[in-house]
């Protein structure tokens, strides 16, 4: 009876282990955004973005915090979290969605269109990003670039100021994902 | 949406390092309006300044243009560190030159468990370089350290909600001598100042500056600003309506010559013009 137990739970470990050995995840992603107008250049990173991907379902969240954002100028930084993103109120920008038709296993560079839904200041918008997935022995590098449009979601940019910030900002990302251990 | 991608959200949750998160635009500008706030702009960073005061001499068959009296200080404003900022400035009207450093001690959290308030510390020095006129008579002008006064304020500060702050201002001024017997050396005096942001880069402020022991030889009033501030880009624009008539702490403070009224000679106008430079710019 005992060795049942053992047996069993064994069993349930291994199945258990299996399950986790199908997440990877990273808590140093990097994501950068990029306004070129004629006026003025501005450019954002962010280097502790947190993503994970379920490959038993090829579903991938990604969350991040608006204020964690370095740029050139300190006060660019306030402006940005206090008059743009207001990031008292909607601190965080999310994504979650799936990666269509990928093959975990196969090594080597795929690319492939990741679909889902990106969420910043609380309004949620569907997107569709190209991205290219590299599996090293169990690694994953998630690269890829994508736009999105300031009004979709509801930034309000004064008249006076609109010469100086891009309607359609670009966003660079780049994830290196380790399996993920609880 | 599958309910898995939003468990894996939740999972993401949990995996936020714990490290401090800070409130930032408690007051966003370094000053209230007129006084000091809690605020030092990060290390690297010039501030030129451009305050200006306007108003009205009464009963006067005046031909001026715009306002009869005008002074304005002109300053420089240096982030020493992210915490420490020095500054020195000129006011024309009055011909005082003063000096200050500004240092944040404490900065509010954005979680329960650290600090619900934020602290600076603020000390100047002032000089009268005139020897009479305004701001000048209760001082004694024999030599360089009669014409000086100095102010010393604890800046305590909170953000309340997104748009709300309020701050207190507990001072002391030391004037290093008097002209008067009657008056004192020293005073001590409260300042509250709020801002109510009405959008995102516009706000309304207002400032009060209680005097516990004024001036005797002079009858002064507390000094009063209703204001307006428009944060955007690499300029501040702070408007403001007050009885003040100089920018320097002990002298609005405590030589504040009448009360706030929409009357020729009691109005002041005011504007702050506020140029930020990067020096130190970070590389994304």
């Known amino acids: 009876m005992n060795r049942i137990i053992i047996l069993l739970s064994l069993l349930i470990n291994f199945i258990d282990a299996d399950n986790r050995s199908d997440q990877v995840i990273t808590r140093q992603g990097q994501v950068s955004f990029f306004s070129y107008t004629s006026v003025e250049n501005i450019e954002a990173k962010n280097n502790q973005v947190l993503s994970i991907i379920d490959f038993s379902k090829n579903e991938i969240a990604i ?11 300190s006060l660019m930084h306030e402006h940005f979290n206090e ?30 269109m990741v679909k889902g839904t990106l969420t910043i200041r609380d309004i949620a918008k569907e997107v569709e990003i190209k991205t290219s997935i590299e599996n090293n022995n169990g690694t994953y590098l998630i690269t890829g670039d994508f736009e999105v449009v300031v009004k979709d979601f509801d930034i309000k940019i004064p008249p006076i100021l609109a010469p100086n910030i891009a309607k359609i900002i670009s966003i660079k990302f780049r994830f290196e994902y380790q399996p993920y251990e609880q | 949406m599958s309910m898995n991608a939003q468990d894996l959200l939740d999972k993401l949750e949990k ?8 409130e930032i635009a408690t007051f966003k500008g370094t000053r209230i309006s007129l006084g000091h706030s809690i605020e030092n702009r990060r290390k690297g960073v010039l501030e030129v300044k451009a305050m200006n005061l306007f108003w009205n001499i009464p009963n006067r068959p005046s031909q001026s243009f715009v306002a009869d009296k005008w002074t304005a200080r002109i ?44 602290i600076t510390l603020f000390q100047n020095g002032s000089y ?3 020897t009479s006129g305004l701001h000048s008579n209760i001082n004694l002008s024999d030599d360089f350290m009669d014409r000086t006064a100095f102010t010393s304020q604890i800046l305590i500060a909170r953000k309340f909600t997104p748009q709300f702050s309020l ?34 880069h516009i706000s309304i402020v207002s400032e ?30 702070q408007f403001q309506m007050t009885n003040a008539r100089g920018m320097v702490e002990d002298t609005f403070i405590t030589q504040t010559p009448n009360n706030f009224n929409l009357s020729d000679g009691n109005f002041v106008f ?15």
């Open chain 1, 63 to 73: 969350s991040m915090l608006m204020n964690a954002f370095v740029f050139k100028k």
């Open chain 1, 83 to 112: 008059s743009y993103i207001e990031s008292d109120l909607y601190p965080k920008a999310t994504f979650q969605g799936n990666i269509i038709d990928f093959d975990p296993l196969a090594e080597g560079i795929q690319t492939k």
């Open chain 2, 15 to 22: 995996e936020y390092p714990n490290t401090p998160q800070y």
């Open chain 2, 75 to 118: 300053a420089l404003e240096y982030g020493i560190s992210d915490r420490l900022t020095f500054g020195a400035g000129g006011s024309t009207l009055d011909g005082i030159f003063d000096g200050f450093l500004k240092y944040n001690l404490i900065r509010q959290r954005k979680d329960a468990k650290g600090a619900p308030i934020s």
């Open chain 2, 128 to 130: 009268r370089s005139m």
């Open chain 2, 167 to 200: 701050q207190v201002s507990p001072t002391f001024i030391h004037r290093s001598s008097s002209a008067f017997d009657e008056d004192p050396n020293n005073h001590f005096a409260l300042g509250i100042g709020a801002r109510y942001k009405v959008g995102g």
């Open chain 2, 208 to 237: 009060y500056y209680y005097q516990a022991n004024p001036l005797k030889s002079i009858d002064t009033y507390d000094a009063f600003v209703l204001g307006v501030n428009w944060e955007m880009s690499d300029l501040m624009l």
């Open chain 2, 270 to 284: 005011g504007f702050n013009a506020t140029f930020v430079l990067h020096f130190n710019q970070k590389q994304p």
